[in-house]
């Protein structure tokens, strides 16, 4: 099945400072990539994602890139402010496989003021 | 569009008991929900895929006699924690996927239940 790793598992930025964060995959079929956001005791929630067809998303301050040969995929946040300070999953999935998320470890990040 | 909800949110119960959790689709129709269990500080880890009207398709390792799926409506999955032990206190999450979304096969998350078994 798809494993999904994902890199570093904490990381602490100054504010306005960027952050980023790695995932690899190692089912070369999946395609769709979201980015969920959690904060403690809530429940994740989608902040940016990307399909295999496309290279890169950017909505605001958020970015995405998607390298289907290397099977990595990466998270960008620039200009952090403190209510970045969560933790942050990336995922995988395949719709033929039914539309299961893999989930990586998570990163939690703490943008310091 | 597209929330997600459970109840109860938080639950506390003796070792021996089963637990109930509901999750329904509010403002749309979902044929497929999942379940996930977070333990703390840990990632969300699939338990099983939930079809409206067929049984449940359970992850490697996930015991379906203790976790008991019923998705009896396109509104409305239930998750039953048998024979609670402290072992199965954790953060259970379901997810939907909305047919006609927009998105591709985004899931929508409910807010969570806590299970304290004691």
């Known amino acids: 099945g798809e494993n999904v790793e994902q890199h570093p598992s904490t990381l602490s930025v100054q504010e306005g400072d960027s952050a980023v964060i790695k995932c690899t995959y190692s089912d070369s079929a999946s395609n769709y990539f979201p980015w969920y956001k959690q904060e403690l005791g809530k429940r994740p929630q989608l902040i940016i994602d990307?399909?295999?067809?496309?290279g890169e998303k950017k909505d605001q301050r958020i970015a995405v890139t998607l390298n289907k040969t290397a099977k990595h995929f990466s998270l960008h946040i620039t200009e952090t402010q403190p209510e970045d300070s969560a933790v942050y999953f990336c995922a995988a999935t395949i719709k033929a496989a039914g539309n299961k998320l893999t989930f990586g470890g998570g990163t939690r990040v703490l943008v310091k003021p | 569009g597209a929330v997600v909800s459970q109840h109860p949110s938080w639950v506390i119960c003796k070792s021996g008991t089963s637990v109930k959790i509901e999750c329904r689709s509010l403002?749309?129709?979902?044929?497929?929900m999942f379940w996930y269990r977070q333990f703390p500080k840990q990632s969300l880890m699939l338990m099983a895929t939930s079809n409206e009207g067929s049984k449940a398709t359970y992850e490697q390792g996930v015991e379906k006699d203790k976790f008991l799926i019923n998705h009896a409506s396109l509104t409305l999955s239930t998750l039953t924690v048998t024979s609670a032990h402290p072992e199965d206190s954790s953060f259970y999450i379901c997810?939907?996927?909305?047919?006609?979304?927009?998105?591709?096969?985004?899931?929508?998350f409910g807010p969570g239940t806590r299970l304290t078994v004691l």
């Open positions: 997810s939907a996927i909305a047919p006609a979304s927009a998105k591709y096969n985004e899931q929508f």
């Open positions: 403002d749309f129709q979902a044929t497929t």
């Open positions: 990307i399909r295999s067809n496309v």
